[in-house]
């Protein structure tokens, strides 16, 4: 998208970069129950890592462009940083407010029939999050 609006052949009706959703998680950390039950050490040094590195990119945005480099096959630093500087990454919601903002979600996915309207919102977000810093 981001290509065809810079070049004018698309348009930007809305993200999940504004309005109530731009302060909400825009990404998650998907771990199986078991290892969250069995290993919450490991699950939890996981999600720090991913956290330390979405910081990382907030902070650098442009060395991370350059070390994506290796891996890009049609871009350049300049367009993975003005993405990065799109994104979300030093908003990170954990316990708590992570389910508060599953929540957010799942009320707004039952309202566009993506979910069931017999969907309980609060208690679906409380079954499929942990805190595996607690």
Do not use: W
């Amino acid at each position: 998208m981001y290509r065809l609006i810079n070049a004018g052949k698309a348009r930007e009706l809305s993200t999940n970069l504004v309005e109530e959703y731009a302060n909400l998680s825009c990404c998650v950390v998907g771990v199986t129950g078991k290892l969250v039950r069995e290993e919450k050490r490991v699950a939890a040094a996981l999600t720090q890592a991913i956290l330390e590195a979405h910081d990382y990119s907030v902070k650098n945005p442009q060395a991370v462009a350059k070390g994506f480099q290796a891996y890009a096959l049609n871009t350049s630093v300049e367009e993975v940083e003005a993405i990065l500087h799109d994104h979300t990454h030093g908003h990170h919601a954990v316990g708590a407010l992570l389910t508060k903002e599953i929540t957010t979600y799942v009320t707004d996915l039952k309202t566009v029939e993506v979910i069931r309207q017999s969907t309980d919102a609060g208690e679906f977000a409380k079954e499929i999050t942990a805190d595996v810093f607690s």
